[in-house]
């Protein structure tokens, strides 16, 4: 059993900032690259920053330079500081996260969060 506990998301106005939390727990033997994905209403799912376990991070062009990905290994955790936000990014975030649940098992999945709404509009 795998959870992802998702937190942050709500209303702000364009130019502000929010801050999402993710937490994982549940049979984890190697917690590997974590991201976070939106979806718009009307839109497919898109990737919007991912992190792998040596740190390597990689941004969707939209958010360069205004989210910030980053995790605690300890709490198993991953967040997203979002700043200078557009009205294009309102859409409902979600966590995921590629996990190794025991030392016998050869492959990993992905789990995934219940999704926050983040809504920016004036």
């Known amino acids: 059993q795998v959870q992802l506990v998702e937190s942050g998301g709500g209303l702000v106005q364009p130019g502000g900032s929010l801050r999402l939390s993710c937490a994982a727990s549940?049979?984890?033997?190697?917690?590997?690259?974590m991201g976070w994905y939106r979806q718009a209403p009307g839109k497919q799912r898109e990737l919007v920053a991912v992190?792998?376990?040596?740190?390597?991070?990689d941004y969707a062009d939209p958010v360069k330079g205004r989210f910030t990905i980053s995790r605690d290994n300890i709490k198993m955790s991953v967040y997203l500081q979002m700043n200078s936000l557009k009205p294009d990014d309102t859409a409902v975030y979600y966590c995921?996260?590629?996990?190794?649940?025991?030392?016998?098992?050869?492959?990993?999945?992905?789990?995934w969060g219940q999704g926050t709404q983040v809504t920016v509009s004036s």
């Open positions: 549940g049979s984890i033997f190697n917690l590997n690259h």
């Open positions: 995921n996260a590629n996990i190794r649940t025991a030392a016998y098992v050869t492959g990993t999945r992905d789990y």
């Open positions: 992190i792998t376990a040596e740190g390597v991070i």
